[in-house]
């Protein structure tokens, strides 16, 4: 459900966007960004998709975003969002950093708790997700359709760690001990995406 | 037009990065982990070790042979110990045979025979506390040579296992730790020259191994002795020794049952009603070191051990980590034509091991539900006399009015000579792990 509302906060602010009217350039005025992209990684290539809502001051922008990231095992992550633009008002190189956390968002593909397989009920805990730290850098182009709406697409580097730990019984040669072994993945991944900014 | 030209150049460099990039990255996996190193010690070394050693406390226990005034309880994977039970209400643990990789046991006249991973010692026990290796039977159990695919060698023992927190490399570019078809690729197990990576999850589930300890002379064990013979069953296979000289046996042959899963091995009569996972096979053993096939009785697959009277065998299935189904009860077989036995009755149980029959007393240890009492007099009508509360039960063996349960907190001793009253006697009390 957490998931589900941190994929929902970002939308909030773009309801107001209607209502504002064009800003100057060296006006503090609202900012958001929505693009689709891919993930490009040594093991395969998934689609993503992230939001980015905050506000922009003359060659600045600064937000809050959150993103849906498939690369390897599945995950939301919520960062903050900082970028220059070269250019005020016009077509323009920028670049652009992330930072934040990347909470795994589980299908179930490692179980929380053990499950009996005759009774259904649950049983010791098996698998525990942790939260991961995320970032992402890179650069894009900003091409303007109109005063204050754009095209944009950017390429940059995405790192996420997902860690994890699991429970597991196992025979050591005399007897079953249970013991906690705990799994910790680096996923480094280029990125590529397009999308438009309001 | 200019600025489509910088434009569209831009969207061909995005592309290109795309497509030649991704090579340059590279994902990082790493598992912390409890890696156990085998301790080895050489057969040789093994065997000179054999002898009587202060008492130990009892963690694992294991089979369970009466001899004597003397329990013999195996500690399992570690050795015997060697309890003096003269008087039941008051065990003493007297001492305790250092034997790695030992699981199954049985004695004749002074001489206590016992598996040794690949071997079979035969070890003189007259003094108890002072015991002696009189000979070995080299490789009768070559399978126990592999723990887990881990080969310790023909000429060494695995003596112990040690503990080591690990951190490994995940080799991620191979799958692990990537999600694909909706399962997420966690690392498994292997195994290296001289470290057993053990992170294999068996489900939550323990080992039975672990946590079921046999009997002596009852449903559980491997090993049977009749006459001048000791038989051993293993997965597949029935050994067949001549004890004829207890302290040099010979190991005859090997006689392929053509079923896996085997058991536990009951001698009656000179029948062996072996037990398996797949049924209870009767061999003849009127010649016995030319065991014959003679009847069958197949069920469904469960893990079963077996007791036989003259007319009928009571085998008990019990669903189990290793068994693969999810039957708990009692099957009467009618063994009066053992060429084809046929079944009588089905009594529903919790989850039922081991079992032992005194005239038409019948004992079965029920799991959860403790040690449950019934009278067999009518194997159509079986009744419960008595149940007897307790921590979960493996196995029992009934001897002279007195019932040696072994139970998952300890080792008790009824007396059931009057089983309107069944008593507790003693109980040795577990060491904690």
Request: glycine letters at 8%; charged letters at 20%.
């Amino acid at each position: 459900m957490k998931i589900y509302l941190l994929l929902l906060l970002p939308w909030l602010p773009a309801f107001a966007t209607a209502q504002q009217d064009k800003k100057l350039a060296n006006k503090i005025s609202y900012a958001s960004s929505y693009e689709l992209g891919i993930l490009a990684g040594k093991a395969y290539t998934p689609f993503t998709a992230r939001i980015i809502q905050g506000v922009r001051y003359q060659n600045y922008e600064a937000g809050i975003g959150v993103a849906l990231d498939p690369y390897a095992f599945r995950s939301v992550p919520v960062f903050i969002h900082v970028a220059y633009h070269l250019y005020n008002g016009r077509n323009t190189p920028y670049a652009y950093g992330d930072a934040g956390i990347s909470f795994p968002w589980n299908n179930g593909a490692l179980p929380e708790k053990y499950t009996d397989p005759r009774s259904g009920q649950q049983g010791e805990d098996w698998h525990i997700l942790h939260n991961g730290v995320y970032g992402e850098a890179g650069i894009g182009y900003k091409i303007m359709l109109n005063k204050r709406n754009a095209f944009i697409m950017n390429a940059g580097y995405s790192y996420k760690k997902f860690k994890y730990d699991e429970f597991v019984n196992i025979w050591n040669g005399n007897e079953s001990i249970r013991i906690k072994q705990g799994y910790s993945f680096d996923y480094n991944r280029l990125v590529f995406r397009l999308g438009f900014t309001l | 037009m200019k600025k489509m030209h910088l434009h569209a150049l831009a969207a061909c460099l995005l592309i290109v990065c795309a497509i030649v990039l991704p090579g340059c990255v590279k994902d990082r996996g790493m598992k912390r982990t409890t890696v156990f190193v085998p301790v080895l010690k050489t057969t040789a070394e093994v065997r000179d070790a054999i002898k009587s050693d202060v008492p130990e406390d009892v963690s694992q226990p294991g089979k369970i042979y009466l001899y004597g005034k003397y329990i013999f309880l195996n500690e399992l994977g570690k050795g015997v110990h060697i309890i003096d039970n003269s008087n039941p209400a008051a065990p003493v643990n007297k001492a305790f045979i250092h034997i790695p990789g030992n699981e199954d046991i049985a004695v004749k006249g002074n001489i206590l025979y016992a598996d040794c991973f690949t071997d079979l010692m035969a070890i003189d026990i007259s003094n108890p506390e002072a015991v002696k290796l009189q000979s070995f039977v080299h490789n009768i159990f070559p399978e126990r040579q592999y723990i887990f695919g881990y080969d310790m060698g023909a000429n060494n023992v695995v003596t112990k296992w040690e503990a080591r927190d690990t951190v490994m490399e995940i080799e991620v570019a191979d799958g692990q730790g990537i999600w694909r078809n909706g399962n997420f690729y966690s690392p498994y197990y292997y195994v290296t020259d001289n470290m057993m990576y053990l992170a294999s999850s068996f489900n939550g589930a323990k080992s039975d191994a672990v946590t079921m300890p046999n009997g002596k002379g009852g449903s559980m064990a491997r090993f049977a002795l009749m006459n001048n013979y000791l038989y051993t069953v293993s997965w597949s296979k029935l050994n067949v020794v001549n004890v004829t000289n207890s302290s040099a046996p010979e190991w005859n042959k090997t006689v392929d049952l053509a079923n896996w899963g085997i058991e536990t091995i009951f001698p009656f009569k000179e029948k062996l009603f072996i037990g398996s996972q797949m049924g209870m096979y009767i061999y003849d053993v009127s010649n016995p070191e030319a065991p014959v096939k003679q009847g069958t009785f197949e069920h469904v697959r469960t893990c079963d051990p077996v007791i036989a009277d003259d007319d009928y065998a009571y085998v008990t299935l019990h669903a189990g980590t290793r068994c693969g189904e999810n039957f708990n009860q009692l099957d009467v077989v009618d063994i009066k034509n053992l060429d084809a036995p046929q079944h009588v009755k089905t009594y529903p149980l919790t989850n039922p091991h081991g079992l032992s029959k005194d005239g038409n007393l019948l004992f079965i240890c029920d799991g959860e539900d403790g040690l449950k009492v019934f009278n067999a007099s009518n194997v159509t009508s079986i009744q419960q006399l008595a149940k007897i509360d307790m921590a979960p039960t493996y196995d029992v063996i009934c001897y002279n009015g007195i019932a040696i349960v072994s139970a998952k907190d300890g080792l008790y001793q009824y007396d059931y000579s009057n089983s309107s009253n069944i008593r507790l006697l003693s109980k040795i009390v577990l060491k904690q792990q």
